[in-house]
C-alpha cells in the first residue's frame, strides 16, 4: 500500500532524458501505487488542451494507461500549467483537484498544494497569479489562436527565467507564517508541496503547531518520489536512464 506524490518534473519536448525518467516511472512504479498525487508543473508550459502534438499525446497516453489500469490519479495545477483543463482530464481519466485539497493519507488529514500560494513575499509573482488565475482572461486567452498563445508563452518563459536570476532566496521560498496560517486554518498537521525545488522534511513547532511540511524535489537532475504508507512517508529519488 503506497501511495505517490510527484511534482515540478516540468515536462517538454526538449528534455527527452526527463521524459523517459518520467515514462518509466509510469509504468514501472506509479502501477504498482494505490493512488498518484501530480501536485503540479507537470508540464514546463501549457497554452490549453487543444495543444496537441506527438509529445502532449504520449505524456496524456501514460496517464490513461495508468488510470485505466485502475490506479486513480490527482492533479494540482503549478504556475506552469494552470491551464490544464477538463479535456485534458477526460483525455487522461486524471482527476483535476482545488489548489488547496485535504487528504485522509492513512488516517492523517494531509493538505496538498503546490505551493506557489505560500510564496507570499513575492508580490509582483502573487499580482501576476491573481491576473492568470482570473476566469475570464483565462476565457479570452483560451480563444486566441494557438499560434498566438505559443509565442506568448515562449516569451513568458523566458521573462520568468531572467527575473528569477535576480530574486532574492527568501522570496523565492515559502514564507514560514504563511504555512502556518494556512495549515491551521485548513486544521492539519500535514502539509506536502513542491513549487521551490528544495526537497526536504520540516518540522515545525511554533504557535502551538506542531506539525511536518514536506516538500517534493524537482525532476531537473533525477526523478524524485515521495512515497507514502500507512508506516510513513519518504522522499526518494530515480536515476534518468543513461544517456
Ligand atoms: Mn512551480
Known amino acids: 500500500m503506497t501511495t505517490c506524490f510527484i511534482a515540478d518534473l516540468h515536462l517538454s519536448a526538449d528534455r527527452p532524458d526527463i521524459t523517459d525518467c ?3 516511472f509510469m509504468s514501472e512504479e506509479a502501477t504498482q501505487c494505490e493512488a498518484l498525487y501530480v501536485l503540479g ?3 514546463e508550459m501549457w497554452i490549453g488542451d487543444d495543444d496537441d502534438n506527438t509529445f502532449h499525446r504520449q505524456i496524456k497516453g501514460a496517464f490513461k494507461a495508468l488510470t485505466e489500469s485502475g490506479v486513480p490519479c490527482y492533479f494540482i495545477h503549478g504556475n506552469r500549467d494552470f491551464l490544464i483543463g477538463s479535456q485534458f482530464s477526460r483525455e487522461t481519466g486524471v482527476t483535476l483537484l482545488p489548489e488547496h485539497t485535504v487528504i485522509d493519507l492513512y488516517g492523517t488529514p494531509t493538505l496538498i498544494l503546490h505551493g506557489d500560494t505560500l510564496c507570499t513575499l513575492d508580490e509582483n ?3 501576476y497569479r ?13 480563444r486566441l489562436p494557438l499560434s498566438w498563445r505559443q509565442s506568448i508563452g515562449r516569451k513568458m518563459r523566458s521573462n520568468s527565467s531572467q527575473t528569477n536570476q535576480i530574486k532574492a532566496n527568501s522570496i523565492m521560498d515559502v514564507t514560514p507564517q504563511a504555512v502556518i496560517d494556512l495549515m491551521k486554518e485548513k486544521k492539519v498537521t500535514r502539509m ?6 528544495r526537497p526536504a522534511v520540516h518540522q515545525i513547532n511554533k504557535d502551538d503547531l506542531q506539525a511536518t511540511r514536506t516538500v517534493l524535489g524537482d525532476w531537473y537532475d533525477q526523478g524524485s518520489v ?6 510513513g512517508c519518504q522522499l526518494e529519488t530515480r536515476q534518468f536512464p543513461d544517456a
Open 22 to 24: 518520467f515514462l518509466r
Open 226 to 231: 515521495l512515497r507514502c504508507s500507512p508506516m
Open 125 to 127: 509573482y502573487q499580482r
Open 41 to 43: 508543473d507537470l508540464f
Open 192 to 197: 506536502i508541496h513542491g513549487h521551490t525545488h
Open 130 to 142: 491573481k491576473k492568470v488565475h482570473n476566469p475570464f482572461i483565462q476565457w479570452l486567452f483560451l
